[in-house]
């Protein structure tokens, strides 16, 4: 299955300290995306990114969050000194590119549950 | 600022009759929709879509309505089966073709309920 893999699934961090999420699109995608979900609300997009480029990070807090794709290896959204509203589900997503026209979909990994204690 | 609501936050279904779930939308720059199905603990899983060009679209037992006019498109489900209980999110985005693409604005979620 060469689906969207996010790990880690579930990670618990007391505040202040970092948190590293790690999304591998699907083969053959370049195009990445990460959502975040608080809870009792609809997913809401944070950054799209390509190979070692950040192409839109209007969705991202200020400060603290951070993403990127690198040349090699999977994409990371990494949470600096984490408070307790940083607790959410944060979902990557890929895509072949962003051409609607194609008949291009955008899949959605598992998620990752972070809980801030 | 809410550009696409689903104002109904829950919909209670009997197994094989119609599931319609309703989106709205503010924004006249959304040009492509999708829906989303998710269960609990579980990424979204892409269901359907269809771009403004079109008013209609259909795959098997889905099908996407989109009244540009009105700025509303609904998500028909016929017949309901129990496994199509799961919350549905409703997705927008601008730029046909364009880097906005992948930028999806979701709806808060309908959860629906097909009872045997």
């Known amino acids: 299955n060469a689906g969207v893999m996010q790990n880690p699934r579930h990670l618990v961090r007391r505040r202040g300290q970092e948190a590293r999420l790690r999304c591998s699109p699907m083969?053959?995608?370049?195009?990445v995306y990460w959502y975040r979900q608080l809870p009792e609300e609809g997913l809401k997009f944070m950054v799209y990114l390509q190979k070692e480029n950040i192409i839109d990070e209007s969705g991202m807090p200020k400060e603290r969050f951070s993403a990127e794709f690198p040349k090699e290896g999977p994409s990371i959204l990494r949470i600096q000194q984490v408070v307790r509203g940083d607790s959410a589900a944060y979902f990557c997503?890929?895509?072949?590119?962003?051409?609607?026209?194609?008949?291009?979909?955008?899949?959605f990994g598992e998620g990752s549950w972070l809980t801030v204690v | 600022d809410q550009q696409v609501k689903q104002n109904s936050p829950s919909l209670s279904v009997q197994e094989g009759r119609i599931s319609i779930l309703n989106c709205d939308y503010t924004?006249?720059?959304?040009?492509?929709f999708l829906w989303y199905k998710k269960y609990p603990a579980e990424g979204p899983t892409f269901l359907i879509s269809?771009?403004?060009?079109?008013d209609k679209n259909e795959d098997g037992r889905f099908t996407v309505f989109l009244n540009k006019s009105a700025k509303h498109l609904s998500l028909h489900i016929v017949p309901s089966q129990p496994g199509d209980s799961a919350v549905y999110f409703c997705a927008a985005s601008a730029g046909a073709g364009g880097t906005s693409y992948g930028k999806l604005t979701f709806g808060q979620g309908t959860i629906l309920t097909v009872h045997p």
């Open positions: 924004n006249s720059m959304f040009d492509y």
């Open positions: 269809i771009s403004s060009i079109k």
């Open positions: 997503a890929s895509s072949l590119h962003p051409g609607q026209n194609s008949g291009n979909t955008i899949y």
């Open positions: 083969k053959g995608h370049s195009h």
